[in-house]
């Protein structure tokens, strides 16, 4: 990875630090996880989707949303890997991915909004 010498030099020690900066690239995908994650509508799907297995029409009635804005919803949480599906004769079922990062948003949202995630619950 090319590193580029800052023009001062403030006595940080800059340089330990530039050498183990993680490219734009590794930015970006992290952006692109959060930017899924940017709207409430789709947060709370995913949230629901990291406690159980729904189809697109029972997701719709839990959430009171039409089953078209459900499903495109749920389209930009599995192209970022965030959820997975499955088919079973006509029916689809989504379901949080079983990934570290899928894992770790899991807990990013229980946490910042101060609830318990219900598999945890007495």
Known sequence: METHRPPHDHGQKIEHAMENVPTAENFQTVAVLLKQLGDG?????FWLLCHCEECVVNLSAMVGMSSPAVSHHLRQLANARLIVSHREGK???????????AQLFHHMVERLIEIQCPSEGA
């Open 41 to 45: 509508s789709r947060l709370r799907l």
């Open 91 to 101: 029916e689809v079922y989504y379901t949080a991915a079983q990934t570290e990062q």
